[in-house]
């Protein structure tokens, strides 16, 4: 692969800059902030011939030639990547169907998710009626199906009024049917409330709607399955999904063999890539360690299987002296290897993630098979073009920028690692060999990348990877894939996963396992990225040394902060409750910490922690207004997070975040200054702590002023609270900055306001 590749070096350039420019039209497409009408981007595919032709023509100079290619590919991949955005959108849920009630008739298309709030499954739906009629819906949606009284609160259930319900008539709610236990295949009819697919809109956050729509759906919902709606019936088992049905055999019968729960989670996620089955404390031990790419089915553990795959089919192929004659046992070993590799892939989910990994892996096996010798940059470019062609909105993952960006440092460095994975398989002693050098290089190259994708990285990851990676590939992952035919070994790859865990739990555990940096602008995590390649480049050390000062930014960006006497308020998008960051020049309070989801998701893990990393927001105090899980259910990971924080709370004694800190009571006339931004608790009075007041008329309100503009978090205070404050404070409110900075205490009467609004 390192010959000549091609008739001319001219020819090579203008190829690679073709390839290059397919991808860079597809980023540009992306990038706009609407849509437009389809015929525009049929226009654009219109100009695609003629400039390709003017490509072609030899008549200009190779310079000009390739300037023309990349436009004339940018072009393709725009207007490709454009139209199919405007095609996928006609089979989206019409507005006017959302929030309405249907009778659906659907297959289960995946694997069911159980936990203590009820069930979730992807549903393919073959028919909807409303009123009786038949309605064009979309046709893959995620489906809840929830039952029980609803305790986890409205944000689990989704449904307000009968949340609510629910509360007022708790024997109503235990006529809520609970979830069946559904099979993948199996065809139901049921009434689903429909809804569009929608996520947060929080910088540095997980993007719901992405994976939605990478995965075709188009529609979320919940099963109305209380004592009024119509029952829910299993019409049949299909055999319309037959390896998600052996999926979920084979996690049943992982989770009835191994008796503790935590590593049969762990061989669920490596077996059929169940990685909704690792428990929430597992996945921030394996990111602290940076070793979570080990425990999901991720294109590094489908290279590694192909790679192993190709081994065995080899070493088999040449016991045949026929079958040599008949195809070179390197062929075999490679076709076999992709094949094995793509059953797997399928077998362990078939994830977005994993078709890129089959799809790369294929592409270039083919390059291989054909006979073409292309130099690296040239095998890795096509690998990327098919991708994107394939999956344009992969450029929007950072797994994909991760990976492709793995790749080509290990070929750029001239790493075994690079060369096998798209050469073919090399013996198991080079393997270990250069493991610890191509686990170096990945490390050092990839770190700004990290850092500009996730604002954090593992300190202890070259540690904790020596061990995990071959562990993990050559002992835990053999004997859970064998465990399929012989159970018992999953108790030896339990015990394995054990020994392993509690090395990383060691890892995890030291203090400084992982930093935490502000998530700096793309340019500086760019220059960042050049910096880190150009230190592993195979050059002399006085050229590398050069990517130090480029590094240097990505490692010392701070978020922009508010000058003095400024606050700024930052109202995170959580869906029902609260949960809003205040930040003055050098400190930052958070109140209310939105609503828990499940006991495996809430908005502090999903939406809080990831926020406050990305701003390297250090908190001074945490304001929990009152009790309610949709203000209090992400305040454990924050806490966790933040052991510095003080808690200031009107939650009762005996609340179990009391366990996590101590709470100060919030009483009326606690005041404090930060940086010249002046701070006042306005509600509840002492006396209402004996009150046995309800939990929404216990809500600390928060007064923070700078003399010239106020703001007033009241959480869920009620009309007799509102007046209340209106008629004590409203009238004697006086302006001013505050002088000097003191801690939250009791003091004097708090300021008052001129009016009483609501900041939400």
């Not at 960006?557 to 960051?581: K, M, S, T």
């Not at 939650?651 to 009483?667: D, M, P, T, Y």
């Not at 505050?738 to 900041?759: L, M, N």
Request: proline share 6%; glycine share 8%; net charge neutral.
């Amino acid at each position: 692969m390192h010959s000549a590749p091609f008739a001319s070096n001219g020819h090579a350039r203008t190829l690679f800059a073709a390839m290059l420019g397919c991808v860079l039209g597809s980023l540009l497409q992306l990038q706009q902030p609407g849509l437009w009408d389809w015929k525009y981007y049929a226009a654009i595919l219109a100009l695609v011939p003629v400039s390709y032709a003017l490509a072609a023509t030899k008549t200009i100079a190779n310079v000009w030639r390739q300037i023309v290619a990349v436009v004339a590919l940018c072009l393709l991949g725009f207007g490709v990547t454009g139209l199919r955005a405007t095609v996928y959108l006609a089979d989206t849920l019409d507005p006017a169907l959302e929030g309405r009630d249907l009778r659906v008739t659907g297959v289960v298309a995946n694997l069911p998710q159980r936990n203590e709030s009820g069930l979730r499954f992807r549903l393919e739906v073959e028919s909807a009626t409303l009123s009786g009629q038949t309605t064009a819906v979309p046709a893959l949606m995620d489906v809840g199906w929830y039952g029980g009284a609803f305790s986890a609160g409205p944000s689990v259930v989704g449904d307000a009024e009968n949340t609510k319900l629910a509360e007022a008539e708790p024997a109503v709610a235990v006529l809520n049917r609970q979830p069946a236990d559904v099979k993948a295949g199996e065809r139901w009819e049921m009434t689903l409330r429909f809804k569009a697919p929608h996520g947060s809109r929080n910088p540095h956050g997980f993007d719901y709607e992405l994976w939605l729509w990478e995965q075709g759906v188009q529609a979320t919902g919940y099963v109305r399955a209380s004592a009024k709606d119509p029952v829910p019936v299993r019409v049949e088992q299909t055999w319309l999904h037959p390896v998600t049905l052996a999926r979920q055999a084979v996690r049943e019968q992982i989770f009835r063999q191994v008796s503790q729960r935590q590593f049969a989670g762990m061989l669920a996620a490596l077996v059929v890539g169940d990685q909704a089955a690792i428990d929430r404390a597992d996945w921030d031990v394996f990111r602290a360690t940076g070793v979570a790419h080990l425990v999901s089915i991720s294109g590094l553990h489908i290279t590694m299987f192909a790679w192993g795959a190709a081994l065995a089919v080899g070493w088999l192929w040449r016991r045949s002296g026929a079958l040599c004659i008949a195809l070179p046992a390197p062929s075999a070993a490679l076709i076999g290897g992709v094949l094995l590799a793509t059953a797997y892939a399928v077998f362990s989910g078939w994830g977005v993630p994993a078709q890129r990994t089959c799809l790369m892996l294929a592409t270039v096996a083919l390059l291989r098979l054909s006979g073409a010798r292309w130099p690296w940059p040239h095998v890795w470019m096509l690998a990327c073009a098919v991708v994107v062609a394939v999956d344009p909105w992969a450029l929007l993952q950072p797994g994909f920028w991760l990976s492709f960006v793995a790749v080509g440092v290990l070929f750029a460095t001239d790493s075994g690692a690079g060369k096998a994975y798209f050469t073919g398989p090399r013996g198991i002693k080079d393997h270990i060999f250069s493991g610890l050098r191509e686990q170096w290089v990945i490390t050092v190259a990839l770190t700004p990348l990290t850092l500009l994708l996730f604002g954090q990285v593992s300190v202890v990851g070259l540690a904790a990877n020596a061990l995990a990676i071959p562990w993990i590939t050559l002992v835990v992952t053999p004997l859970a894939m064998l465990g399929v035919l012989l159970p018992p070994l999953w108790d030896a790859a339990a015990a394995a996963i054990g020994w392993l865990f509690a090395y990383l739990q060691w890892l995890a555990s030291w203090s400084w396992a992982a930093i935490s940096v502000a998530v700096p602008p793309w340019w500086v995590g760019a220059a960042g990225v050049f910096g880190g390649v150009v230190l592993v480049l195979p050059w002399s050390w006085t050229m590398r040394v050069l990517g130090v000062p480029l590094l240097l930014p990505v490692l010392l960006w701070r978020a922009p902060l508010p000058g003095h006497g400024e606050f700024e308020l930052l109202a995170a998008d959580i869906g029902q409750g609260n949960a809003v960051l205040v930040r003055t020049a050098s400190h930052a309070l958070l109140y209310d910490a939105g609503p828990r989801f499940s006991l495996e998701s809430d908005a502090g893990h999903r939406v809080l922690v990831p926020l406050l990393q990305a701003l390297h927001t250090r908190l001074d105090t945490v304001v929990l207004s009152h009790r309610d899980i949709d203000h209090l259910g992400g305040a454990s990971a924050v806490l966790t997070m933040q052991p510095q924080a003080l808690l200031l709370s009107s939650i009762e004694a005996g609340n179990a975040l009391q366990v996590h800190r101590s709470a100060q009571r919030c009483v009326a006339g606690q005041s404090w200054a930060w940086d010249g931004v002046q701070f006042d608790v306005l509600h509840p009075q002492a006396a209402d702590y004996d009150a046995l007041k309800k939990s929404n008329a216990m809500s600390c309100v928060l007064r923070i002023s700078n003399g010239v503009r106020t703001a007033l978090l009241v959480g869920d205070i009620e009309q007799p609270q509102e007046a209340l404050l209106v008629a004590s404070v409203g009238a004697s409110f006086t302006a001013g900055p505050p002088q000097g900075e003191t801690a939250p205490s009791g003091g004097s009467a708090a300021r008052a306001a001129a009016s009483v609004g609501r900041y939400r």
